[in-house]
């Protein structure tokens, strides 16, 4: 009788995972959850931390935990994911230390001038002092972003 055996193309998977989606770094002296609250009282939004999405990563004979919030616009099918970079001393993604959180909008198409609107929007947050897109090519570690 012959084996089969069973490969998962983490490539594709990670490929699929980006189509259609832009990210942004952000720099801010403010928690995560003050941030949250920052991003649905002033832009009235509805960002929640799910828990269920939440990124576990061993590293260094360690369990380190990054929370991510979400939100679903409810007049499309764009979802917005905003990641914790930052854990316990330890970054999810290690290529970008200098930034905070990373926000992610997927399923549906990000126009040039909504991204623009968004970035205008965090920099009327208080405590935010840098916004800036990262593309696919610069990121090492995306399969880290993938839940």
Known sequence: MATVKLSLNTEQITEEFFEDT?????????KDYKFCWNLNNLL??????NHDIEIKLKRKRRLY???VYEYRDP????CHYLYNNLH???FLLPE????DFLWLMKNDTVTDEYLE??????REIPGVQLITELTNEK???KDYLIF
Do not use: M, P
């Open 96 to 99: 970008f230390k200098h930034l």
């Open 139 to 141: 990121i090492k570690n």
């Open 75 to 78: 007049n499309s099918s764009l």
């Open 22 to 30: 832009k990210l942004l770094g952000i720099v801010t002296t403010v």
């Open 117 to 122: 609107q968004v970035k205008a929007w965090l």
């Open 65 to 67: 935990f990054f929370s």
């Open 44 to 49: 009235e939004l509805d960002f929640r931390i």
């Open 88 to 90: 316990d001393g330890e």
